[in-house]
């Protein structure tokens, strides 16, 4: 009898698998009427403040389900109808030792569903605070190395006849008009997939969106929910037009969408959120960018950082990304205490000499108006006392001596 060898990860894989005692079908059987259930209920948040009785969106939906699905399969290993508060109160405190709480929100909120769902109100699960972290954003330098590489793909591209044009070249040239969008109009990666063509509005410089995350919100606190181009957005929107002329859509519904993939596998179909990422990720190693992944939400904080430096009103930065809230466009400026720090100490601030009282006063000043993040406050603060107590041991010393 002859023995295999089975690699010590393939084999912890399979036992993994073996764990599992839920089948697909039966699984698929007993979620069919929460779906059903899940698909009439109403977006609360939007109820609460303006009475619109709006379904959940069919993506927030789909994610709900897929969530339960790992968890019921691979964390609990019990079907929906078998559950027990003791199951549910052993998998909470799984989540809470082996994963971090912004990811445990989302577990929770689905399984909240579920519960409610099936009469068990009281199983409800207590859902854990948000944990704000500072991510890093790509430098000066490192944007416009990366707007660069965008533009050497297609230097030698624009102003051709399409049908002179290979796939590859094709491709070059919807990346480019992609990847402008991420990095200059702030927007949400799901949003760039379902741009419509006819909502493209060169005079008024602006793509109109019609079914955001916020959109609703928006329009009744009298904002426009739209992506204000720049000109270098325009140019590469037109470029794409010229090609996306000739691509037909394999379904009917699709023909709308600017993105529609030009050949291969998934010809004719409109591209998704993976398409986005591997297009950002690609120009960030071409740009030759390794401090950091230049994935799509990196892009967007990173205009939203520098939209925050260049001008002193909250305000614009927030109608640029939609927003409901300030709060919301402060969370995306990651900025550090560092930051702040070499800020105040640079010629730029220019108030070294001014007295201690004032000093904090400027600084409020600037936490107030956005220009310095809040979590900086306390450090600063300290910073500057430490400056005067140094400084009147030297004037003591000086006098002394």
Request: charged letters at 35%.
């Amino acid at each position: 009898m002859k023995h295999y060898f089975v690699p010590r990860m393939v084999q912890k894989k399979m036992s993994k698998k073996q764990k599992c005692t839920i089948k697909d079908m039966e699984l698929e059987k007993e979620l069919k009427g929460f779906e059903c259930w899940l698909s009439g209920q109403i977006n609360k948040t939007l109820y609460q403040k303006y009475r619109i009785k709006k379904p959940l969106k069919k993506s927030y939906r789909k994610w709900i389900l897929k969530k339960l699905k790992t968890v019921l399969k691979t964390h609990i290993g019990k079907l929906p109808s078998k559950l027990t508060k003791q199951d549910i109160g052993h998998w909470e405190e799984r989540c809470y030792n082996k994963y971090e709480n912004n990811g445990n929100l989302g577990r929770f909120q689905a399984m909240n569903k579920l519960l409610t769902y099936l009469g068990h109100e009281d199983w409800r699960l207590k859902l854990p605070p948000i944990e704000r972290k500072i991510y890093d954003t790509i430098t000066e330098d490192e944007r416009e190395r990366y707007i660069n590489a965008l533009n050497k793909n297609c230097e030698d591209v624009l102003g051709r006849d399409i049908s002179d044009l290979n796939p590859r070249e094709i491709k070059y040239i919807m990346d480019r008009a992609i990847v402008m969008i991420q990095t200059m109009l702030e927007p949400r990666p799901s949003e760039i997939c379902n741009i419509e063509t006819r909502n493209i509005d060169f005079g008024r410089h602006k793509i109109t969106l019609r079914d955001s995350k916020t959109h609703e919100m928006i329009i009744r606190m009298g904002m426009e929910d739209a992506l204000l181009m720049t000109p270098q957005v325009e140019e590469a929107i037109k470029d794409w037009q010229k090609i996306r002329k000739s691509i037909k859509a394999k379904r009917p519904e699709d023909e709308k969408y600017l993105f529609i993939y030009p050949y291969g596998k998934y010809k004719g179909e409109k591209i998704g959120y993976n398409k986005l990422l591997t297009v950002c990720k690609e120009t960030g190693v071409k740009a030759n960018i390794k401090s950091i992944r230049t994935t799509p939400y990196c892009l967007k904080r990173t205009e939203i950082t520098r939209d925050c430096d260049r001008t002193n009103n909250i305000r614009i930065p927030q109608i640029r990304a939609r927003h409901i809230n300030h709060n919301s466009t402060m969370r995306y400026n990651h900025k550090r205490t560092q930051d702040a720090i070499d800020y105040i100490q640079s010629e730029k601030y220019g108030d070294s000499c001014l007295p201690f009282e004032v000093q904090v006063k400027k600084i409020a000043e600037k936490v107030v108006k956005g220009e310095i993040p809040l979590d900086a406050w306390q450090q600063l603060r300290a910073d500057l006392e430490i400056n005067r107590i140094d400084n009147k041991k030297r004037n003591y010393l000086a006098g002394y001596g």
